[in-house]
């Protein structure tokens, strides 16, 4: 037998999750592009530097290069490897991927609820099973998901709030 949670309007509490769901998942596409962006950046950097760095080296065979031109591809080959250890220390992609898997769980969550808010509207019966089942699913989400700053979280809203799109 099916326990009848509510009918009619749909509460609050729920459309405030469905609300968060949705600006949890925009927060979180935010910041796995932004992850991705900086990782590209500081990859491209890298390559760029050894490449200017190991061409250098390489054109100087041969040669005595003047003291600033030894200065300059020895800082720029330094710059390379800081830059590299940076890369490997900060794992832009495992950030990226995790906070991909977050918006891509609140965007599940999102589509569960809303068939739960048509259901409340339309009078149908909402059983305590599926809305526990939604509220497990909603705090495993949260302890899951990486964390994010309050910047980004604003930035994130901030974006949303400039281009607002259904669902």
């Known amino acids: 037998m099916t326990s009848i949670v509510a009918v009619g309007t749909f509460p609050p509490a729920l459309q405030e999750d469905l609300d968060n769901?949705?600006?949890?998942?925009?927060?979180?596409?935010f910041y796995s592009q932004r992850l991705t962006l900086r990782g590209q950046f500081l990859g491209i950097a890298v390559v760029v530097l050894s490449a200017v760095t190991g061409t250098a080296i390489f054109a100087s065979i041969g040669e005595s290069p003047t003291t600033w031109a030894k200065v300059t591809v020895g800082a720029a080959?330094?710059?390379a490897v800081v830059l590299s250890s940076v890369q490997t220390y900060m794992n832009y992609p495992k950030r990226a991927a995790a906070a991909d898997r977050a918006r891509v769980g609140y965007q599940e969550l999102y589509d569960d609820l809303r068939p739960l808010k048509?259901?409340?509207?339309?009078?149908?019966?909402?059983d305590a099973k599926r809305l526990t089942l939604l509220d497990r699913k909603m705090r495993t989400l949260t302890e899951n998901s990486p964390n994010l700053s309050d910047r980004v979280w604003d930035r994130a809203q901030r974006r949303r709030s400039r281009s607002p799109r259904p669902g």
């Open 21 to 29: 769901a949705r600006k949890w998942r925009t927060a979180y596409s």
């Open 77 to 79: 080959s330094v710059l």
């Open 118 to 126: 048509e259901d409340f509207e339309s009078g149908e019966r909402a």
